[in-house]
C-alpha cells in the first residue's frame, strides 16, 4: 500500500527504475532456477561475462554505434526531405508515402546480403540498415506534424500573400518539432538494431558479429551479455533523446499517429496500387540499370519474372517461395494476432487498475526500445526452434509498441467528456466502453499498421538466424548459395505483400474510425 | 509605409459562395469606398466570416468576382498591404505576443519596427505581456494582441472578424476609443465583423445588415457621426436612433427568413 502510494507520486524514471528492478530479480531468479539447463544467463552471470570481456565489448559497442548513429543521421535525413517534399508538393505526398512503406517493407534479412555484396566488406550494409529501420517511423508522425496546425495559421501567413515556403518555415517546422522528436525517439533503437542486424551478414567486427558468435558456440551468458547490452543501450539512446526533446521543451504530441495512409474519400480507386506497383518496378529497374550494376546478382524485375514464369524450374522455383511463405504465414499470423490482441486487452486492464499502469507505462515505454530481433538467438535458447518459438517472439515484437501506444490512447480520453461521464456517476466499465475504448482506437490502429512491417522483421530474422524454416531462411539460403533469382524473388514477394498488409490494416483502420472516431480521419 | 498606399476601394461584383450544396454569400453588389469603416452585422452563422475571407482572397469566390483597388485580391496580398484578425485569435503558441507581432512585419515583408511594436502593443492595453505566450494570456487579452497584429504592418486593408468578442465591455470600449483614430490617420479601408449593434455604430462610417444564411443585404445604413466618438456619445439621440434601426433591421431580416428556415 505504502509502496503504491509512493509510486503514485513519484516520477516515472523512478517508477521504471522499480519496475526494471522486479524484472532483474525475477531474472536472476529464474536463471538459478533453470541453472543447469544451459538456456538462461542471470543478472549476475552476465555482469561477471561483462566485466571480464570489457574490452571486447567496448570495441564491439564503439563499432556498432559509430554505424547506427550513421545510419540514423541518413535515415531521418531521408525522413525529412521526403516529409518535407509530399507537404511542398501535396500532389507528390501518395506516391512518396506508397515508395517509402515499400522501400521500408524490403526485409533487411535479403537486403542485407544484397547489399554486402554491393558494398563489400566494411561498414556500408550495416549503416545503410540502420538507415533503412528508422526512416519510416520518422517519416510517418513527420508528416503528421507538418500538418498539426489549425488551418488559420495557415491562412494567416497567405493574408500576407506569402506562400508554401513561408508555411513551412514560420508555421509548420514549428508544430513538427513534437512529432520529430517522438519519431527520433522510436528511431534510436531501430537504428541499433538495423546496424546489428547489417553486421549478421558478415562484417568483421561489432555486436552483431558477437551475437553471431556466441550463439554458433552456444556461448550462453555471452548470448545473454550483448542482448542485455543491447536492450541497455537501446533504452538510453531512448531515455537520451526524450531528456534532448524535454530540454529543448518540447511537449509530446498530443495524438500519437493519425492516419496518414489514403486520405478517406480522396482515394484514386483500384487502378493506384496497379499504377504504384509498375512505377516501384520502373524504379527498380532504373536504379539497378543507373548504377550499372552487375546482372548476375542486381536482378532486374524481367529477370524476376522470368525465373517465376518462363524459366524451365519456375514451377519449381514458385512451390519452393509458397512452400516457405505459408511456413512463415504459420508463425506471422498467429504472432502478429496475438500480440495486438494482448497489447490493446493488457492496456484495457490496467487503466481499470490505475496503480498498476503508472508502474507499466514507464516500464513499457522503456521496454518497446529493446531490440527483440537482436536477442532472437535467446528466444530461441528459450523457446527451442519450434513455431511456438517464432510465434512468441513475433507476437512480443508486436506487443510492446501497441501496448505502449494502447495505453497513450486511453489516457488520451477527452477530459470534459469523462466530466460527463463522472457527473452521472458512470463506473469505470461505462467509462471504458463509451469514452476510452474510443479514444484508444487510432492509437491501437497506428500501432498495427506499424506492426505489419515489424512482426515480418522479426519472423525472417528468427528464421534466417535460428528455426530454418520459412522464407527468411529461404532467402538466407539463396544468398550463400548466389541463388539470386530467388533471393530478388523473395525479397519483391515479401516487400509485396508486408506492404498489402499495411494497406489492408489501413483499410481497417479508416473504416472503423470513420464510425468510431470522426475526428481523427483526415480530411 | 509603401507610398502607393493610399487606401483602395473594395468592390464585389455579382460575388457569391456555395459550399457543396449550401449558398453561404447570395449573390451580391458591394461597393466598400476607400478609407472608410464599414460594420458587417448579421446573424450567426449567416457568412459574414466566409465574405471576409473572400475579400481577403482566402476563399475562391463560386461566381463573381471581388477587387480590391481595380486588382484582384492575391495583388493587394502581396504587397503585405492587407490584415486580417481572425476570429478565433490564431495566434503562433511558440511566439511571445511581441514575436506574434513581429511575425505580422516579416511576412509583410517590413522593415521590424520596435517602436511601433512596443507602442501597438501598449494600445492594446498588452504593456507588461510583450513577453508572455499566448497559453498564458486570457481569451480577450489573445485577442488584443491579435489586434496588435493586424494593425502593426499598417495595412491600407483591415479585415477584422469579431475582435473584441472576448473582451470585457470596459476595455472594448476603450479599444472602439483608441483604434479608429489609427485607422482614421491611415486612411485605411476597414471590414468589421461584430455581434454588438452598438460597435457597429460606435466604430464606422456605415453599417451593412444582413440576413441569416444565405447572406444577404437587408439594410444598409450610413452612420454620419462626429468622429471623433466618445464613450458618452452612446447615450446621444442619434446614436440611440441608429442603433435602433440597425437592430430593427436585423429583426426584419429574421422574420423574413423564418418561413425560409422553418421549411429547411
Ligand atoms: N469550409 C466550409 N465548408 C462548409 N461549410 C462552411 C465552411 N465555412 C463555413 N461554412 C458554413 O457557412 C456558413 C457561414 O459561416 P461563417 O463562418 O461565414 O458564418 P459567420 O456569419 O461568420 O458566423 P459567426 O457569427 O457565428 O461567426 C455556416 O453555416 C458554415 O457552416
Ligand atoms: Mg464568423
Known amino acids: 500500500m505504502i509502496v503504491a502510494a509512493a509510486m503514485r507520486r513519484s516520477d516515472p524514471v523512478l517508477r521504471a527504475a522499480l519496475g526494471l528492478l522486479l524484472i532483474v530479480a525475477l531474472w536472476e531468479l529464474s536463471a538459478r532456477a533453470l541453472s543447469g539447463a544451459y538456456i538462461l544467463a542471470g543478472p549476475v552471470e552476465v555482469a561477471r561475462y561483462l566485466a571480464q570481456n570489457s574490452g571486447l565489448m567496448v570495441r564491439a559497442l564503439r563499432e556498432t554505434l559509430w554505424s547506427a548513429a550513421q545510419g540514423f543521421f541518413w535515415g531521418n535525413l531521408a525522413a525529412v526531405t521526403l516529409a518535407v517534399t509530399a507537404i511542398v508538393m501535396p500532389r507528390s505526398e501518395r506516391v512518396v508515402s506508397a515508395l517509402a512503406l515499400l522501400v521500408f517493407c524490403l526485409p533487411l534479412v535479403a537486403t542485407g546480403p544484397i547489399l554486402r555484396v554491393l558494398y563489400g566488406p566494411g561498414d556500408g550494409p550495416q549503416i545503410t540498415l540502420a538507415a533503412l529501420a528508422v526512416y519510416y517511423t520518422t517519416y510517418v508522425p513527420l508528416l503528421v506534424g507538418l500538418r498539426a496546425a489549425p488551418a488559420t495559421w495557415f491562412e494567416l501567413v497567405q493574408s500576407y500573400g506569402r506562400g508554401r515556403a513561408a508555411e513551412l518555415w514560420h508555421v509548420r517546422a514549428m508544430t513538427a518539432l513534437p512529432y520529430l522528436f517522438a519519431g527520433l525517439q522510436i528511431a534510436a533503437p531501430a537504428a541499433f538494431l538495423g546496424a546489428m542486424v547489417g553486421e549478421f551478414t558478415g562484417a568483421e567486427r561489432g555486436m552483431g558479429v558477437l551475437t553471431i558468435r556466441a550463439m554458433r558456440a552456444l556461448d550462453v551468458p555471452g548470448a545473454w551479455a550483448l542482448a542485455s547490452l543491447a536492450a541497455a543501450i537501446s533504452v538510453a539512446a531512448y531515455a537520451a533523446i526524450g531528456a534532448l526533446a524535454r530540454a529543448v521543451s518540447v511537449a509530446p504530441p498530443p495524438v500519437i499517429l493519425s492516419p496518414p495512409g489514403a486520405p478517406v474519400g480522396r482515394r484514386l480507386g483500384a487502378l493506384a496500387p496497379l499504377g504504384l506497383t509498375i512505377l516501384a518496378l520502373v524504379l527498380w529497374w532504373g536504379l539497378l540499370e543507373g548504377f550499372g550494376l552487375n546482372a548476375f546478382f542486381a536482378k532486374r524485375p524481367g529477370d524476376v519474372f522470368e525465373a517465376l514464369m518462363l524459366a524451365p524450374d519456375a514451377a519449381q522455383t514458385r512451390a519452393t517461395l509458397l512452400a516457405a511463405l505459408r511456413e512463415t504465414a504459420i508463425a506471422v499470423v498467429p504472432g502478429y494476432l496475438a500480440g495486438l490482441a494482448l497489447g490493446a486487452a493488457l492496456a484495457t486492464l490496467i487503466v481499470l487498475v490505475p496503480v498498476a499502469s503508472t508502474v507499466a507505462m514507464p516500464l513499457a515505454v522503456a521496454l518497446r526500445s529493446v531490440p527483440i530481433v537482436t536477442s532472437a538467438p535467446l528466444g530461441v535458447l528459450l523457446l527451442g526452434r519450434g513455431e511456438a518459438g517464432t510465434i512468441t517472439l513475433v507476437a512480443l515484437m508486436v506487443f510492446f509498441p501497441t501496448f505502449v501506444a494502447c495505453l497513450h490512447g486511453l489516457r488520451q480520453a477527452p477530459g470534459q467528456i469523462l466530466d460527463v461521464f463522472d457527473s452521472y456517476a458512470a463506473g469505470p466499465v461505462a467509462r471504458l466502453v463509451h469514452v476510452r475504448l474510443p479514444a484508444m482506437l487510432p492509437a491501437f490502429f497506428a500501432a498495427a499498421r506499424m506492426a505489419v512491417p515489424a512482426s515480418v522483421l522479426a519472423v525472417t530474422v528468427v528464421e534466417w538466424l535460428a528455426t530454418g524454416q520459412g522464407i527468411g531462411s529461404l532467402m538466407a539460403l539463396s544468398a550463400s548459395l548466389s541463388d539470386y533469382d530467388m533471393l530478388w524473388a523473395s525479397v519483391a514477394v515479401v516487400a509485396l505483400l508486408s506492404a498489402a498488409g499495411y494497406g489492408l490494416v489501413s483499410r481497417a483502420e479508416a473504416l472503423v474510425l470513420s464510425r468510431y472516431a470522426a475526428e481523427q480521419v483526415r480530411r | ?264
Request: with cysteine; aromatic share 4%.
Open chain 2, 1 to 264: 509605409m509603401a507610398p502607393d498606399a493610399s487606401p483602395p476601394e473594395i468592390v464585389c461584383r455579382g460575388l457569391s459562395k456555395c459550399f457543396g450544396a449550401t449558398e453561404v454569400v447570395a449573390p451580391c453588389e458591394l461597393t466598400f469606398a476607400a478609407g472608410q469603416t464599414t460594420a458587417l452585422v448579421g446573424p450567426s452563422g449567416c457568412g459574414k466570416s466566409t465574405l471576409l475571407r473572400l475579400v481577403a482572397g482566402l476563399e475562391a469566390p463560386s461566381a463573381g468576382s471581388v477587387t480590391i483597388g481595380g486588382a484582384p485580391p492575391g495583388d493587394t496580398l502581396r504587397r503585405g498591404q492587407l490584415s486580417m484578425a481572425f476570429q478565433d485569435p490564431s495566434l503562433l503558441p511558440w511566439r511571445t505576443v511581441r514575436g506574434n507581432v513581429t511575425l505580422a512585419l516579416k511576412l509583410a515583408r517590413q522593415r521590424k519596427d520596435e517602436a511601433r511594436i512596443a507602442r501597438l502593443i501598449d494600445l492594446v492595453g498588452l504593456d507588461g505581456f510583450a513577453g508572455t505566450r499566448p497559453g498564458a494570456l486570457s481569451g480577450g487579452m489573445r485577442q488584443r494582441a491579435a489586434i496588435a497584429r493586424a494593425m502593426v504592418t499598417e495595412p491600407a486593408v483591415l479585415l477584422l472578424d469579431e475582435p473584441f468578442g472576448a473582451v470585457d465591455e470596459l476595455t472594448r470600449q476603450q479599444l472602439a476609443e483608441d483604434l479608429p483614430p489609427l485607422w482614421e490617420a491611415r486612411e485605411t479601408t476597414t471590414l468589421l465583423v461584430t455581434h454588438s449593434v452598438s460597435e457597429a455604430v460606435m466604430l464606422s462610417d456605415r453599417v451593412l445588415v444582413f440576413s441569416p444564411r444565405p447572406a444577404a443585404v437587408v439594410a444598409d445604413i450610413p452612420v454620419a457621426l462626429e468622429r471623433p466618438r466618445r464613450a458618452s456619445l452612446s447615450s446621444s439621440k442619434p446614436f440611440l436612433d441608429l442603433t435602433g434601426e440597425v437592430s430593427e433591421a436585423l429583426a426584419r431580416g429574421m422574420a423574413a427568413a423564418a418561413p425560409r428556415l422553418a421549411a429547411q
